[in-house]
Nanobody, 128 residues
Framework: QVQLVESGGGSVQAGGSLRLSCSAS????????MGWFRQAPGKEREGVAF????????EYAEPVQGRFTISRDNAKKMIHLQMNSLKLEDTAMYYC?????????????????????WGQGTQVTVSS
């Protein structure tokens, strides 16, 4: 079982930056792909960014391409999401999810149901 805890959310003006972190409590952290997802009120959870278990592959959703950067530190069992040039539409609850790297994705990295563990989320609010 993977326990995940997100941090770093907050309120920021449009154009600003935030850095989210997600720490994991699991023995074999390096066996897990990790993803950042977000969910706005009334909307489905959507994939934002992905990093594979080794850190060699990253993926981003089109709306955040060029603005967000995902990274991971396997020694510290953490991932981060650097969010720059934030927009109003980035407002959401942000979650990190873990996907066991030896099982296949059924719908690509951004399919939330492929992730077996989630944190409690951290709120990001962008205002004008």
């Amino acid at each position: 079982q993977v326990q995940l805890v997100e941090s770093g959310g907050g309120s920021v003006q449009a154009g600003g930056s935030l850095r989210l972190s997600c720490s994991a409590s699991v023995a074999d952290y390096s066996d897990f792909d990790m993803g950042w997802f977000r969910q706005a009120p009334g909307k489905e959870r959507e994939g934002v960014a992905f990093v594979d278990f080794g850190g060699g592959r990253t993926e981003y959703a089109e709306p955040v391409q060029g603005r967000f950067t995902i990274s991971r530190d396997n020694a510290k069992k953490m991932i981060h999401l650097q969010m720059n040039s934030l927009k109003l539409e980035d407002t959401a609850m942000y979650y990190c999810g873990a996907h066991w790297g030896f099982s296949p994705f059924t719908g690509g990295w951004s399919k939330s149901s492929d992730y077996s563990n989630w944190g409690q989320g951290t709120q990001v609010t962008v205002s004008s």
